[in-house]
């Protein structure tokens, strides 16, 4: 069952990011994207394989859904969390879109847990928020650097 429910929100968050209006470029976009996914993947294989601290199933449905999961719902989640904070100035705004894209990252974490997918054996929700927390401010700091590189190359033609 889990592989439907997460095949479901792969599509989901697909959609609502293609048809969402963005502030960040397509160029901006990719980056923020690959950087994301970068750490997502990297960060994953050290918890799970290295460190052993959850446990992925072998199963091959739920350990693809687990794969999308790592590989597109979060980044892509990232990435409209990150286009609908930019789109105010408001210091507000932009830490209450941080916190609730938190909460939903979160959230499909621990729906990865209630299906069976992923045994927290030294790992917790809490450490969950905190990683998911790091990736937005990584997200945001991967933005402010493409946005300063862009400016730069355009400053010097």
Same mark, same amino acid.
């Given at each position: 069952? /889990?592989?439907?429910?997460?095949? #479901? ?11 969402? $209006? ?8 990719? #980056? ?11 960060? &994953? ?19 693809? /859904?687990?794969?999308?999961?790592? &590989? ?12 609908? &904070?930019?789109? $105010? ?24 847990? /209630? ?34 590189? &862009? ?7």
């Amino acid at each position: 069952m /889990a592989f439907p429910i997460f095949f #479901f929100l792969t599509w989901l968050v697909g959609s609502i990011f293609a048809v969402m $209006r963005k502030k960040l470029s397509l160029v901006e976009n990719t #980056f923020v994207f690959l950087i994301i996914l970068i750490v997502s993947i990297n960060f &994953s294989w050290i918890i799970a394989d290295e460190l052993k601290l959850i446990t992925v199933t072998k199963q091959t449905l739920p350990h693809t /859904a687990y794969l999308i999961n790592r &590989s597109v719902i979060i980044p892509v989640l990232i990435l409209i969390q990150l286009n609908i &904070s930019m789109a $105010r100035d408001s210091f507000g705004w932009k830490t209450m879109m941080v916190l609730f894209s938190v909460l939903l990252l979160t959230g499909v974490n621990y729906l990865m847990t /209630a299906l069976n997918m992923v045994t927290y054996t030294n790992w917790n929700l809490g450490f969950d928020a905190i990683y998911f927390l790091l990736l937005n401010l990584a997200a945001f700091l991967a933005y402010r650097i493409m946005e300063k590189a &862009s400016e730069k190359a355009v400053n010097q033609t």
